[in-house]
């Protein structure tokens, strides 16, 4: 059995470190160590703990991320994390493994890893489809977590502080903003075309210059939205993307 990855998250945005978080379960050679809102924290569990990789967020309070890597005498492996792309150069100075953008998604997450090197040098076993789960969150529903695979959802409705998520199997509404819960998800799928849907794009089966069809449902595109849905849709038929 190979070798399992020991990481640490080094994030003070809660929704950017749970999605960090769910990505590193999902993939076997990873263990989650811990979750760090600073670098101070980090700089204490790191002389505690062996960690073999570091995702670490370039602005953190108190001490920003570049300025905690080059404290580090014998830092671990370090994957960047930022939603600003101009510091990918003066990153990569530090010898970091990679440099994700926000919102991260998870091929992009996996093609990090594989670039990640164990403490032996060795480069990590590919990771194979069968390591591998299919995509998912957990979902806070009546104090129960509920796991939803994100392939099963056909669209989101928004109902103010929550949503609605319909699925293949069933609905269910949990405690989210739409808006927040598109960034979670962080996958190219996802098109929000109102202020109220946001709907996965291989789920349509039908779309008009108003309106979308999942699944039989005839669910509106807000005015706002229309051109860059159909541009959106109209790239998705020629490429699939």
């Given at each position: 059995?190979?070798?399992?990855?020991?990481?640490?998250?080094?994030?003070?945005?809660?929704?950017?470190?749970?999605?960090?978080?769910?990505?590193?379960?999902?993939?076997?050679?990873?263990?989650?160590?811990?979750?760090?809102?600073?670098?101070?924290?980090?700089?204490?569990?790191?002389?505690?703990?062996?960690?073999?990789?570091?995702?670490?967020?370039?602005?953190?309070?108190?001490?920003?991320?570049?300025?905690?890597?080059?404290?580090?005498?014998?830092?671990?492996?370090?994957?960047?994390?930022?939603?600003?792309?101009?510091?990918?150069?003066?990153?990569?100075?530090?010898?970091?493994?990679?440099?994700?953008?926000?919102?991260?998604?998870?091929?992009?997450?996996?093609?990090?890893?594989?670039?990640?090197?164990?403490?032996?040098?060795?480069?990590?076993?590919?990771?194979?489809?069968?390591?591998?789960?299919?995509?998912?969150?957990?979902?806070?529903?009546?104090?129960r977590n509920v796991k939803v695979l994100l392939?099963?959802?056909?669209?989101?409705?928004?109902?103010?502080?929550?949503?609605?998520?319909?699925?293949?199997?069933?609905?269910?509404?949990?405690?989210?903003?739409?808006?927040?819960?598109?960034?979670?998800?962080?996958?190219?799928?996802?098109?929000?075309?109102?202020?109220?849907?946001?709907?996965?794009?291989?789920?349509?089966?039908?779309?008009?210059?108003?309106?979308?069809?999942?699944?039989?449902?005839?669910?509106?595109?807000?005015?706002?939205?229309?051109?860059?849905?159909?541009?959106?849709?109209?790239?998705?038929?020629?490429?699939?993307?």
């Open positions: 059995m190979p070798e399992r990855i020991r990481c640490l998250i080094v994030e003070d945005e809660p929704l950017a470190a749970e999605v960090l978080a769910d990505y590193i379960a999902e993939v076997l050679h990873l263990e989650l160590v811990g979750i760090c809102e600073d670098a101070i924290y980090a700089s204490s569990l790191l002389k505690q703990e062996s960690i073999d990789l570091l995702f670490l967020d370039i602005h953190l309070p108190k001490l920003k991320g570049l300025d905690f890597l080059r404290m580090l005498t014998h830092p671990p492996q370090v994957i960047l994390t930022t939603a600003y792309h101009q510091y990918a150069l003066e990153a990569f100075e530090y010898d970091v493994v990679d440099y994700l953008l926000k919102p991260i998604e998870f091929e992009r997450f996996l093609q990090a890893i594989h670039k990640v090197k164990i403490a032996s040098g060795a480069e990590t076993p590919s990771i194979t489809t069968t390591e591998v789960e299919e995509p998912f969150r957990f979902f806070r529903v009546n104090k392939k099963d959802i056909i669209y989101v409705e928004s109902l103010k502080e929550y949503v609605r998520i319909h699925t293949e199997q069933n609905t269910i509404v949990t405690k989210f903003q739409i808006g927040e819960l598109q960034r979670v998800l962080g996958m190219p799928n996802f098109l929000r075309i109102h202020r109220s849907y946001l709907v996965a794009k291989n789920k349509i089966s039908a779309y008009s210059a108003t309106e979308v069809e999942v699944k039989g449902k005839s669910l509106p595109i807000g005015r706002t939205y229309r051109e860059e849905v159909q541009a959106n849709l109209s790239k998705f038929l020629e490429t699939g993307d």
